[in-house]
């Protein structure tokens, strides 16, 4: 029997808590933290990166349009050059590192592929030097609310359960789970999630990734030409520990299946690292205040809070509405990452990590600012994001 008398201790309290430690927690983060804010960031794993490094989908995909014009400024830029700090696994261009010359849609675009282990280890150094707190193995598994705020965010961890107090909260579960947590309107990603089993072998060519079971195509854009070879022909939506399970099985035995075919072949075939987390790319969502839709290209709006643009084919860019980041019904409560309010096509393009950078800086800074989104003062937020580095219109780009 459950002891319903079991009371929660007070572990301390924060500015602003950051629930998540990949891409989109850490741009959050480190926002928060150089605003002056006490800032803590949670994170499950004992790892930050999330699926960008525990899940080794180590591609830093693009900051620019594809022809020739960086769209993403800030953090996202800081985070990717980190990445590469020690050398690449797949080099980023010198002409977009050193801006060397002219650059054209007959170029690479501004990209690269990074070590996770390392990148890992400086986004970690780059916190603490940033005065954030980091606690690791640590679970949001509830929430307190006051009338239309966060007043407590419950964690469990080795120590136990307890809470933390708080004045802004940052959803960067990936999973919206605390938006989920308060009662937040959301919604969960309808087509489902194919099995996916990267990992990194070495092999008498040396050190490799091996995508297997690449990202698939919205079912909006399928065509007879743009199929997507599947590993099996289940569906996993991502938000039940059974099928999280079954999922992780699944690709170990893919993982396993590859090793065995490549070791009859070359006898220096080793796996040398796999995912220690679900490889899942869209779960959950927030419905904002604002739906963006992936038609909703080269549109500018009055609210922008940076750019991102179309990470599988060269052109669109899309300006984040600030609007697409808050539900009005928490108001100390924003999302960041593939949290954001977008129709399910865009929900594709948002989900990676320049995107996930952009909206967990603008989040984190908004976070900094106030402690009730929907009544931000726009100016001063975008003000502060152009100080920092943001660029935040398609029409300011030089």
């Not at 220096?268 to 796999?274: E, I, Q, R």
């Not at 952009?358 to 009730?372: E, M, S, Y």
Request: charged share 25%.
């Amino acid at each position: 029997m459950i002891n319903e008398n079991l009371q929660t201790r007070i572990i301390g309290g924060y500015d602003v808590a950051v629930c998540g430690g990949g891409f989109a927690g850490i741009s959050a983060a480190l926002a928060a933290a150089r605003h002056g804010k006490k800032t803590l960031l949670l994170e499950k794993q004992y790892m930050l990166g999330g699926l960008a490094t525990a899940g080794l989908v180590t591609i830093f995909l693009p900051l620019c349009d594809g022809y020739g014009k960086q769209v993403s400024y800030g953090i996202v830029e800081e985070l990717l050059r980190l990445s590469i700090k020690y050398g690449a696994e797949m080099e980023c261009p010198e002409y977009w590192l050193n801006k060397t010359r002219e650059i054209t849609e007959n170029d690479r675009r501004f990209e690269t592929r990074y070590n996770p282990q390392v990148f890992a280890i400086l986004a970690e150094q780059l916190l603490i030097e940033a005065g954030v707190d980091i606690m690791y193995g640590t679970y949001v598994t509830a929430v307190q609310k006051c009338v239309d705020k966060i007043d407590s965010i419950i964690v469990e961890n080795k120590s136990g359960r307890g809470a933390y107090k708080v004045k802004s909260v940052v959803d960067a579960t990936g999973d919206c789970d605390i938006a989920h947590f308060a009662d937040v309107p959301t919604d969960t990603f309808k087509q489902g999630n194919i099995l996916a089993a990267w990992h990194y072998i070495v092999d008498k060519e040396g050190y490799k990734l091996k995508p297997y079971g690449a990202s698939d195509v919205p079912d909006e854009e399928k065509t007879e030409e743009n199929k997507v070879e599947t590993l099996n022909n289940k569906r996993f939506l991502g938000l039940d520990e059974k099928e999280l399970s079954e999922m992780t099985i699944l690709s170990h035995q893919e993982i396993l299946k590859h090793f065995i075919e490549g070791k009859e072949k070359d006898s220096k075939y080793w796996p040398v690292t796999m995912p220690t987390i679900p490889q899942v790319r869209m779960t959950r969502k927030i419905r904002g205040e604002y739906e963006q839709s992936h038609k909703e290209m080269h549109t500018e709006f009055s609210d922008s809070v940076g750019m991102v643009s179309d990470w599988k084919k060269r052109g669109p860019v899309y300006e984040v509405p600030f609007r697409t980041l808050y539900n009005k019904s928490v108001k100390n409560l924003i999302v960041a990452g593939r949290c954001t309010s977008v129709n399910e096509t865009l929900w594709d393009i948002m989900r990676v990590i320049p995107c996930c950078a952009v909206t967990g800086q603008a989040a984190g800074t908004a976070a900094a600012l106030t402690d009730d989104f929907s009544s931000m003062d726009i100016d001063i937020l975008q003000k502060t994001l152009k100080e920092d580095g943001v660029v935040l219109h398609e029409k300011e780009i030089k």
